[in-house]
């Protein structure tokens, strides 16, 4: 399953898959720890990167993962020939592949991210129940939510309603004064003309 998310997410060919899976299946109990640790690399990443955008300490466990999968990671990385130049690339794909080949290029996307400036601008959705973060690439760096047209949207309207519940209140309840109170109750005392003369 995570050989499938791999290819769909474009870490792996089409041959590291194929590749990939007939090695799961002829070693699953293989296969069943690097999921699990597919899933701890996943609950490490995530934690690492809310206490990024929230500014807190960085988790001892979850670092500790990353930095155990990174090792592997960067003890395969390779650099290949592009187009314009050179890219970060993996071994290719063998008739005994190493089964956690799906999970180096997400540690090493995931330290990038983090050792970069860039972590600066993560960001937690504000928006109701989701809790994605995200890299905030907004001019201002005031972006709220992970995207416009689901969580953008359904904040943006909460907002609204908000607000408008707020102006519908009674100014005692909001805690201010209403019009009636306003016109009935000067700010100050009236100004008395002067006894001068």
Same mark, same amino acid.
């Given at each position: ?8 997410? *474009?870490?792996? !060919?089409?041959?590291?898959?194929? $590749? ?6 002829? +070693?699953?109990?293989?296969? #069943? ?33 990353? +930095? ?20 970060? *690339? ?10 956690? /080949? ?18 600066? /601008?993560? /960001? ?28 953008? +949207? ?11 519940? !707020? ?10 004064? $209403? ?14 003309? #002067? $006894?001068? *003369?």
């Amino acid at each position: 399953m995570q050989h499938a998310l791999g290819l769909r997410a *474009g870490v792996l !060919t089409d041959a590291d898959h194929e $590749s990939l899976r007939g090695a799961a299946d002829a +070693n699953p109990g293989g296969a #069943s720890r690097v999921t699990q640790r597919a899933r701890e690399l996943r609950e490490a990443i995530q934690a690492l990167v809310v206490g990024a955008a929230h500014g807190r300490a960085p988790d001892p466990a979850g670092l500790a993962m990353l +930095n155990r999968e990174l090792e592997a990671a960067m003890a395969a990385v390779t650099v290949a020939p592009s187009g314009e130049g050179f890219v970060w *690339g993996w071994p290719e794909s063998t008739s005994d592949p190493d089964l956690a /080949r799906p999970l180096w290029p997400l540690a090493r996307s995931a330290a990038e991210l983090l050792v970069s400036p860039e972590r600066y /601008r993560l /960001r937690q959705c504000a928006g109701e129940g989701c809790g994605w973060v995200f890299l905030d690439e907004a001019r201002d760096g005031r972006r709220r939510t992970c995207e416009m047209a689901n969580c953008g +949207n359904r904040f943006r309207i909460r907002a609204f309603a908000r607000r408008r519940a !707020t102006a519908a209140q009674p100014a005692a309840v909001r805690g201010g004064r $209403s019009a009636v109170d306003a016109a009935q109750v000067p700010d100050r005392a009236p100004e008395t003309a #002067s $006894s001068d *003369g």
